[in-house]
Each structure stands twice: as C-alpha cells, then as structure tokens.
C-alpha cells in the first residue's frame, strides 16, 4: 500500500443520509520517525497544527497500526496512543495528537456523521468521555479500513451505503475488541466461559446459579459482577436465555407437549414455563407454536406447490 492515501470531499446526496451514516473522508498515513507531522500533503479541511490544534464537525476513527503518541482534548491531557489503538474523536471538541518522533506511526482513518451515530452515543455505546479504545493489533480492522479506501477510490453506484456498512462494523468491532482486551488478561473472563458452557449443558436441569459459581470457585457477588460485565446480563438472565431459546426451537420443530418442554428447558413447573415465555416473548407457548408451525406448514406447501 502506498505511505500517504487521503480520500477527501466525498459527497453524499439526500437519499445517502437516510442510511443513517455517511462517510466523508477516508485514509492512510505512514509517518516515519522524526518526520514533521502532519505532513504537507496532509487533507486542506483536516490540517491542523499541533501547536494549536483543531475542532472538527465530524466523528473520526483513527486506528494507529503500528508506532505511538499522544493525543489530548479539552476534558482529557497527554492520553497515551500505541500500537491497537483507536482513538474516537467527536465531532465540536477541540483535540490534538500527534507521533512520538522517536516512532512515528502508521495511522488509518474514517470520518462519518449521521443518525445511526447518534443514537449509539445515547445509548452509551459511546460517550466523549472515551476517546481511546485498545483493540489490539488487528488483520480484521486494517483490512476493513482497505476496503473503506478501496470502496471511496472507485465510488461506484451506492458507495456511501457499503461506507456506512464498514464505519458501523468498525463501530462495532472497536467496542467488542476493547471489552474483550480489558478481560483476555484476566482469570475472571476464564471461568466465566466455564460458566457459560455449564449453563448451556446444564440449561435442561433445575441448575441455579449459584451452584455454577461454585462449581468454578468463585463466589456468588464476584461471578455476577464479572459475569455481568462480561456479557451485558446478569448469571439469572443468561440462563434464562438458554431456556426460553430451546424452548423456542421444541415448541416450533416437535410435538412434545408444553408440560413436556417445559421439564426439558429446566423449569420447576410447567406454570412457571408458561409465565416466564409469555413475559419474554409476548406469546403463550400454545399461540408461538400454533404461529410458527402454521408458518412453516404454509411454507411446506408452497414449496410443494412449486416443484409441482
């Protein structure tokens, strides 16, 4: 790849904005060690000096590949950048970072504004209070960036839409990986992967959550606090979702009786089962079965139909 590559001015219409993100710059830089930065060629929109730096109107995500620095705004001073991470800058807040000299650093960015930006930052998936995430070093994030700049440079018929596809999957991806890193070091994200598998073995038993944390030696406060950092539920909740998953599928693929599923998914009683579908589902588990077996007997039909 070549060391400088800035896509600038990308336009998008009306239509374009209904997507819920467009993208408006796309790019990549090599800056070598002791090299002046920004360099000259830098985009004339983004230049800024690193003196003074610069307010933007704009969200940017800029993944630093390779090298180190730093970056500061106005609520945050000298945040350390290396290798893996992706800084999240919004768009109205003045901010400045740069390379160290001694590393310089190779950096990917894309610049994005649009609804499906701003619902994610009201509801807390993002907040301007963190700007660096660490990712890691990823094959995954740098090919999507290629595939940004690929998708700008030949701007075909529709690129604005496969631009919002990549800057939301680079979205997600920067919050999946970070959650990620912050457990990978750590024996707690271990166990709770124990503990996942023996909800899912276990799910058709009157298993509590409670004898899952002893079985992977952890106490009941500490494995619903990780557990719940982990995966966004609590212990209770996730075990939960086992059941009322299997039950979905028995009730949708076999005859057995609702008495029968319900003894099979774990519930102390077939009342139980009944209330807790209901609630999750807004269905009875007569009325979800009679509606997806009905579905795909009509389908059968059709089908039927057709080859005929």
């Known amino acids: 790849m070549e060391t400088d590559i800035n896509i600038k001015y990308l336009i998008a219409n009306r239509q374009d904005k209904l997507w819920g993100i467009t993208v408006t710059t796309v790019g990549y830089q090599q800056i070598a060690s002791h090299a002046v930065y920004p360099p000259m060629n830098h985009p004339t929109q983004y230049l800024f000096s690193t003196h003074k730096g610069r307010t933007l109107d704009e969200y940017i995500l800029l993944y630093i590949a390779n090298g180190s620095g730093t970056f ?5 001073k000298n945040i350390r950048l290396t290798t893996g991470s992706i800084l999240l800058l919004f768009p109205g807040e003045w901010h400045n970072y740069e390379p160290d000299p001694s590393t310089g650093w190779d950096e990917y960015w894309i610049g994005f504004q649009g609804d499906n930006m701003e619902t994610l930052v009201q509801n807390g998936f993002f907040c301007e209070q ?3 995430f660490n990712v890691g ?3 995954e994030v740098v090919q999507l960036f290629r595939m940004a700049i690929s998708v700008a440079t030949e701007q075909k018929v529709g690129f604005q839409q496969i631009l919002g596809g990549i800057t939301n999957l680079l979205l997600g991806m920067t919050h999946s990986l970070d959650k990620l890193q912050s457990f990978s070091q750590s024996q707690p994200m271990k166990l709770i992967n124990k503990a996942k598998l023996i909800m899912f073995e276990n799910s058709h038993t009157n298993v509590t959550v409670e004898e899952i944390a002893g079985r992977i030696c952890m106490s009941y406060s500490s494995f619903r606090r990780n557990f719940k950092q982990y995966t966004g539920l609590s212990p209770h909740q996730y075990l939960q ?3 009322i998953q299997k039950s ?3 009730l949708a693929t076999t005859n057995l009786s609702c008495q029968e599923i319900a003894y ?3 519930y102390e009683s077939p009342v139980h089962f009944n209330v807790t579908f209901k609630k999750k589902t807004g269905l009875t ?3 979800y079965r009679e509606y997806y077996q009905r579905n795909e ?3 059968l039909n059709c089908s039927e139909i057709i080859e005929k």
């Open 130 to 132: 963190k700007k660096v």
């Open 297 to 299: 007997f009509h389908t």
């Open 285 to 287: 588990p007569v009325k």
């Open 137 to 139: 070093l990823s094959l």
């Open 264 to 266: 099979k998914t774990g």
């Open 241 to 243: 979702e086992i059941r």
């Open 248 to 250: 979905k599928e028995l």
């Open 72 to 76: 500061s705004s106005n609520k945050q």
